[in-house]
């Protein structure tokens, strides 16, 4: 069934249970849906501008979409308010940005887009109550210790265990090395896992590390060359494996690459040869080019509207619209309800027997430590476009 359909099926469910609150029921908790009257505050946040926002544009775009398609679909019953804040995918300014939309009346927040951004806002949404739930900021530390906060992406420690299982099961022959951001959490995170998974049974793997300030990667990249790797595992966000792929050229180095979720949106990197990044495998939960028709559609509309292909940060953050919408409806809550209500009762909806399906999986389920059940997708970039393995 399309995504619209289901969209206009809830609609129709929506004023059903209305009329007949009307006709004498009480319309509380007791039903089931919330009782759609008034607008329900959703904020965002990540980088619209800065190194990456390519990431933050893509989640600010797919949620407004999401919220668009809901409006429409339901124009009697729950409205959406999308709300977004850019923090430049720094941490101090993303405490800013949560605390600018707390003022402007937010009541539930999706973001922030990136992990050390996202660890901080955790932190204040957990003090405030606010129930959040990040598109793709994937650190353990988002999650860990706040009941609060929820991830619509694969964690850390899943993306590496993943990596280096497929790397280990399809590349027995090759030389493995990586390349990571040992000043960034969501870099780290994953290299420590890859690197257990992996030399778990006597193999080993060559390493190099930068930081954020890093813009040559020569001396990196020689030590791969010298030590014969020939499959690079680059757990790091677009922007430096754009310099990594870009650099290693230039030295006569064309190893495989193997990136993570960060790596979406290379293709669309600012002065990169696209040419570059022909054979690179990833882990993604979406495809912009799959024969899925609620795919289909949904980048025909992305399209349409913003002129490009969309990422799976798009992805994700259209479906963590959607859930969020679903969920809502189960707490039996008015649109004007609190915060601080609105978290407790989204907590128990997605720690129960909720499921949510969207573009990036079918039939989401949450766990208490906020992470989600979802299985994760190797691709290949081959003639610009993402082939699912």
């Given at each position: ?155 850390d420690p899943n993306q ?213 059940d979802k299985t994760p ?13």
């Amino acid at each position: 069934m399309k995504l619209r359909k289901l969209v206009a099926l809830a609609a129709v469910m929506a004023m059903t249970m209305a009329l007949m609150a009307g006709c004498g029921g009480s319309g509380s908790s007791d039903s089931g849906d919330a009782d759609g009257a008034g607008v329900l505050k959703i904020g965002g946040i990540g980088p619209s501008t800065g190194p990456a926002a390519l990431y933050g544009l893509a989640v600010k775009n797919g949620g407004e979409l999401a919220v668009k398609e809901i409006n429409e679909a339901n124009p009697d019953g729950l409205q959406l308010e999308w709300m977004w804040q850019d923090d430049e995918h720094d941490a101090e300014k993303s405490v800013n940005a949560y605390n600018k939309l707390v003022d402007d009346g937010m009541q539930i927040l999706v973001g922030s887009v990136t992990t050390t951004p996202c660890t901080a806002v955790a932190a204040e949404a957990f003090e405030n109550r606010t129930f959040a739930l990040t598109p793709s900021a994937s650190g353990p530390a988002v999650t860990e210790d706040n009941d609060n906060v929820f991830q619509l992406c694969f964690s850390d420690p899943n993306q590496g265990i993943a990596s280096a299982d497929y790397i280990k099961e399809h590349f027995a022959d090759k030389t493995v090395g990586i390349i990571y951001n040992n000043a960034d959490n969501y870099s780290s995170g994953i290299r420590d896992k890859f690197k257990s998974e992996y030399e778990d049974g006597g193999k080993k793997v060559t390493e190099a590390t930068f930081t954020d300030e890093t813009t040559d990667f020569k001396a990196q990249l020689n030590t791969m060359k010298d030590a014969g790797v020939d499959l690079l595992f680059l757990p790091i966000y677009y922007a430096p494996a754009a310099n990594i792929m870009t650099q290693a050229a230039q030295i006569g180095y064309a190893p495989t690459y193997f990136g993570v979720d960060g790596m979406d949106g290379i293709l669309g990197a600012d002065g990169f040869d696209a040419s570059l990044a022909e054979g690179v495998l990833l882990l993604t939960p979406f495809t912009p080019y799959s024969e899925d028709e609620n795919i289909k559609e949904f980048v025909k509309k992305y399209e349409d509207a913003y002129g490009e292909t969309p990422i799976q940060f798009a992805a994700d953050a259209y479906d963590c619209v959607y859930a969020i919408y679903d969920a809502y409806q189960k707490t039996g809550l008015d649109a004007d309800a609190s915060m601080e209500d609105i978290c407790e009762a989204m907590i128990k909806v997605f720690t129960g027997d909720f499921t949510a399906s969207g573009l990036t999986a079918e039939s989401m389920k949450w766990n208490e430590a906020g992470e989600v059940d979802k299985t994760p997708k190797v691709c290949i970039i081959q003639d610009g476009k993402y082939v699912e393995q």
